[in-house]
Structures are given as structure tokens and as C-alpha cells.
């Protein structure tokens, strides 16, 4: 079992910044990809950013440019650095881990954006 625990949510202003943590209950060494998706209201979830083991990343085309995806093997946490946001980024932010064929999900964390 793997536990994720994210932080780092809240209201921004459009053009602001945030910064999303998280941090896995086991070492994330070994775990074939890590990711953040979101869900907005009344949309589906979708992905937003990725990396997996070898460091490739990948990212939706709306995120390109402004999200950036990270992570630190000794603190066992993945990062997604958000820059100049729009209120379309607005929604609850998951946490994800693939685990060799088992996926695992965080409880979410909300970004709001708004003037």
C-alpha cells in the first residue's frame, strides 16, 4: 500500500503562482510513474502532468509552458510548479503513483483561481 498526501493548494490570482507537494509513504525510487490529474467541476478527470522513472515528463498541451513537474527521491515527494495561472486551471488537484501494475491516488487538493 502506498499513502499520498498533498499540499500546496489554495486561491491564487490569474498570472499567480503555486507550488504542489506530494509526499509518498514509501520511497518513490522504484515506482514506474508518478503524476498529477485534475478534475474540474462537471469535467473529467484528466492528467496534467507526469513523470515517470527514467525523468521523462509529459504534459497536456493546456499546462505546456506553465506547469512544471518534479521530484526528490530522498524526500519522497513529487512537485508540480504552477506559473502563471488562469482561472481554467481551476480544480481539485490529484496525486498520482503507478506501482508496478497497481495505480494509487491522493485525496486532492484545490486550486483556485480567481481575481
Known amino acids: 500500500q502506498v499513502q499520498l498526501v498533498e499540499s500546496g493548494g489554495g486561491l491564487v490570482q490569474p498570472g499567480g503562482s503555486l507550488r504542489l507537494s506530494c509526499t509518498a509513504s514509501k520511497s518513490i525510487f522504484s515506482f514506474n510513474a508518478m503524476g498529477w490529474y485534475r478534475q474540474a467541476p462537471g469535467k473529467e478527470r484528466e492528467l496534467v502532468a507526469r513523470?515517470?522513472?527514467?525523468?521523462?515528463?509529459d504534459y497536456a498541451d493546456s499546462v505546456k509552458g506553465r506547469l512544471s513537474i518534479s521530484r526528490d527521491n530522498a524526500k519522497n515527494t513529487v512537485y508540480l510548479q504552477m506559473n502563471s495561472l488562469k482561472p481554467e486551471d481551476t480544480a481539485i488537484y490529484y496525486c498520482h503513483v503507478l506501482s508496478g501494475y497497481i495505480n494509487y491516488w491522493g485525496k486532492g487538493t484545490l486550486v483556485t483561481v480567481s481575481s
Open positions: 513523470i515517470v522513472s527514467s525523468g521523462f515528463t
